[in-house]
């Protein structure tokens, strides 16, 4: 109890309000050094096998010999189809995969994103398994194009001959569905929201035949041409849609499979060097961090993860020794992994960040960085609201049994020597009086403090529905203005903060108090989508934590010097001037980014920028309003 | 501004901002109905559409075991235009709803009843919120913006405790009776709310006749009224659907739990897990907890009848088998009627802060199990232990703060001491 009256006592400290934001930016630097030393040994491990039924590499793989003439020839197939139409060429894979004696049919799709039209056609077979009941079934996927919008031959090529060597084989218990699609994001997105009934009939057409529940996807990417070419490595890919990961023992499988069995490296990331330095740990790590934060779809697998369909992409990389037989032999060794399974992918991580190949990071290791980010921001807005709920001056050092003289000096300095005429040394003090003890109180730290709560909430809720605005504009605009409307939109949010603290001076002035509060409780929400989020989007978060941290430092300020430097400093990190300048710095256009977000938005159910813009955004909005408002005082 | 302009000018915002949520976003009601947060099984709005579908076909609507809800409603939303189609009238239906429920919060705040009652007159009774103010915080709680638009039916549960809430304070016995029989046609727990504000409405009566009547006949003929009118609609709802078996599908759900959907409260996750052989003894005892509360509050706060009623609806929110954000609602805008507890009260930014993460977090979790099937139900649930924390932390701070209340009214000396826990 004497403790606890000692830390009550303490909340009218002075000196108490000063350590939040030493509290806050600890927080951040913990939150930092914590995702640095993750690629250290002591704080990552090696991958392993967690499904028992997975077996990886223990079958013996037959996909060889003459098996290499066939795919040869589908491979010279496939290049005959290149300059054809649409139509002619998914008819001829039909073909083909019918030869095979499966079942086959296609799928028309259409989508409009940012005044494209994006159009194409699928075609795909399904393999009913000798042993199957026709309740589960794996996806070999090749996208007619991939990533690069190279003509993935090789790829489609060995989707086609495995589609005639699996057939003569009794033992697949799950039905095989033979994918090709017309690209390599929007066709995968169309056929798999078809297949569970998720699509839209006006853009995506309804597929005629379909198998049980999806248990896993893969997908190649080989584009070498018709006259083949030797890689050296297997790239990879396991981002889905919105930052979500397929379960870790798909990924370690196919590692396994392939470097284990087959002898192939693997890589991730676009490390196409790994030499298993820090450095090199730790930037596959950052960018594996942001790809899942961006969340954009990285390859054909990635349509299928929102479903709960774990699934990855291989890719092959640089020039070796390994040839197309050594990805089919991977690729069927993969399948009879996937064969094995009892029940759906569920004994591993979904939560990792990888290293490389065979090290990761689990959840429970690296989630406290994210969360301490966040944790910064709600130690600001408790800071804050506390601050709200004080006396415009506190008292240094109320437990003092002499009062400061700092205090009275600032009551005169408020000219509020009229109170104090009686005496004009020390401030008016109460007496309390408590078994048998008495003690002297300042007044006015006994008084209490009524917060005036309307504008403030109602102003940072506006500021959160003011967000809609530019999500609206842009996930609509067409691609030949958007140029124009980035222009626009970054013009008015860097001078909007400015315009809106001078509009509030000339209507209604916000006393301190409001301005204290409008932060804090813009900067709780920012603290509780954040952490929200970081459950969801653990790189999402963290990056728009690490962005955002400057919000919980600044403050309205009668210094216009200062006021100057935080508003420069706070217009340099505007979301849009972000995306600005991560563009150019990555070398990609800004149209060709939003025309991107565009299509995620309207395609592959994107949401990064509803956080970009519902919570970053107004987040950085009021932030900028209170430090604008020190300008105008 | 003068009262009356206040008040339509919050009333017509709140409906304006309704009806736009309505209109704007017509998916939203769909996703929101959808949404465990905000229907449970026994106020489903979806499931009340297969109950009218089933009747307006001449078929027993609880034939599908599908729709668990009083059968009065279906005459009541059969008259509307099918809401797949015409939307507009359920929405408007609905806006009344909790405009009327605003007008009853407002009326309760007006009676001075949390402050001042007839045995009772608190040290901080100045110490108050204005009735539009309440009504605002009714109205514009994000909550019961969503329970509106999910269209969830325990909005009329709401809109009936609170009339009775009001015309308990208010002394008008009859109206306190029909709405208090309605409230409990509905929805059952709120019979548990009936000695509470009987008390309150007796005071209320007592402090405006100049002879208090006889507590052991008002309470006789009360008691009388409230069986007859349960009774009628009982019997009605049977002559509507031609059978008794009405009971077991809306009652008997309520009190078995035979329908684990997930939802805020605290039983689902608990029966789920539940060898089926102490699943009786378990109902027992879980609704007997319930139960408890309410002798000992009412015996205990006598003084303050409208406290124990608002605390008991917190109760509810959290101890009931389906619990929703409706009956969380509900409590939290009661509560600011207590404004003059408000300095005593020791763990508000914690309360607050739990709800408001939990508010936050819950459905985000609820996402990674069902959705992304990375989590599983020990994340949701983890959740709803937190909200139901952070209610039973404003619950049990309230009623801490309350007997101090009354303890510096009947020792004036004691103020300000510091109390110990025996």
Known sequence: ??????ILALRRDARILKLPPYLSALCIIVGVAWLLVL?????SRNTYVSENALLPGQVHTYFTGSEHNIFRAYRHEVALLVDSSVEERTQKLGDLLRASNLKVATQNYEYHAAGRNISNKNVYAILQGPRADATEAVVLVAAWKNMDGEVNYSGVALVLALARYFKRWSLWSKDIIFLISGDSTSGPQAWVDAYHDQHDPRHVENLKIKSGALQGAVAVDYPAGPWGHRYDKLHIVYDGVNGQLPNLDLFNTAVSIASGQMGIGCTLQRMWKHDDSYQERLRTMLRGMLSQGLGHATGPHSAFIPYHVDA??????????HDEMSLGRTVESLFRSLNNLLEHLHQSFFFYLLLQANRFVSIGTYLPSAMLIAANFSITAIALWVQSGRPATPSANPIATEPSSSASKSEKNKGKEAEKSKDEKKPSMTVAEKDGAIALFPTKDLEITERALFLPLIFVLTTHFLGLLPLYVFNNTPEPYLAHTFLAVSNITSVLPLGAAYLLRQFKRPTAQEMTLIQCFSVLFLGMFLSALATLNFSLAFIIGILSCPLSFVRTSKNKILGTVMYAVLALLNPV???????WFFGHGVVEILVKAAEGWHVWGLWTQVVVWLVWWPAWFAGSVVVAGGLFA | MPLDQQKALLFGSAAAVRLLLFTAFPSLPNRLAGRVEVSTPVTSFKRLQEGLFLYTHNVSPYDGGVYHQAPLLLPLFSLLPNPSYYPFATSVLFTMVDLL????LAQIAESGQSVVTRLFKSSRKDLRWSSVAIAAGFLFNPFTVATCIARSTSALTNLFILTAMAKASQGASFTFVLALSFASYLAMHPLLLFPPLLVLLYDARASKTKSAPSPFLFSVVHTLGLAAAVCALLFVSALLTGSWDFLAATYGVRLLLPDLTPNVGLWWYFFTEMFDSFREFFLGVFWLHVASYMPGLTIRLRKQPLFVATTLTGIFAIFTPYPSIADATLYL??????????PLMRYTFLA???????????PAFYHLWIYAGSGNANFFYAITLVWSLGLSIIVGDSLYAALRDELDVERPELRGEEVKRI
């Open chain 1, 577 to 583: 001037m972000v995306i600005q300048a991560a563009t």
């Open chain 2, 333 to 342: 805008s009661l509560v600011p009627l207590f404004r003059h507890l408000f």
């Open chain 1, 39 to 43: 690629p250290l040994n002591e704080y």
């Open chain 1, 312 to 321: 990855i992409t291989l890719v092959t990389v640089g020039d070796g020794w």
């Open chain 2, 352 to 362: 607050s802060a739990s709800i408001l993460y939990a508010s936050f977090l819950g």
């Open chain 1, 1 to 6: 109890m004497a403790l606890l009256a000692t």
């Open chain 2, 101 to 104: 429920s605003a007008l009853a």
